[in-house]
């Protein structure tokens, strides 16, 4: 459960921590789908930040455990939003969504499986 527990929780902050890292260069990608998802821009430097905060915090819970559930918790919430931003305008481009999500998912899986 351990190496499960390790493995899952570090791919979810890279994959987080890499998604943070383009929305706070302003990546015309991220700038993009912003407009595409009717969410203002001033938006996108704030999504990059709890994008961040939550790939940190699943990194901290390997000293702190709580701290990683709540990060875990956290990002579960935001791509929550996302899909809600995603079905409101339309858009069915779901693949990267999901991606995200189930990977965040797991991380919150395994971290309560291992902590509690």
């Known amino acids: 459960m351990f190496a499960a527990y390790v493995t899952i929780t570090i791919v979810a902050s890279f994959l987080n ?10 990546h015309d990608y991220r700038k993009a789908q912003a407009d ?3 969410v203002p821009r001033s938006w996108v430097p704030v999504l990059g930040m709890l994008l961040a905060a939550g790939s940190l915090g699943l990194l901290a819970g390997f000293a702190v455990p709580l701290l990683g ?5 956290g990002l579960v919430l ?8 995603h079905l409101r305008v ?18 919150l899986v395994v971290n309560l499986a291992h902590h509690w």
């Open 17 to 26: 921590g890499s998604a943070a890292v383009t929305y706070l260069i302003g």
């Open 69 to 73: 559930t709540l990060a875990a918790a």
């Open 36 to 38: 595409t998802k009717r």
């Open 78 to 85: 935001y791509f929550v939003g996302a899909l809600v931003a």
């Open 90 to 107: 339309g858009s069915r481009q779901l693949v990267g969504w999901a991606v995200f999500f189930s990977t965040v998912v797991a991380a």
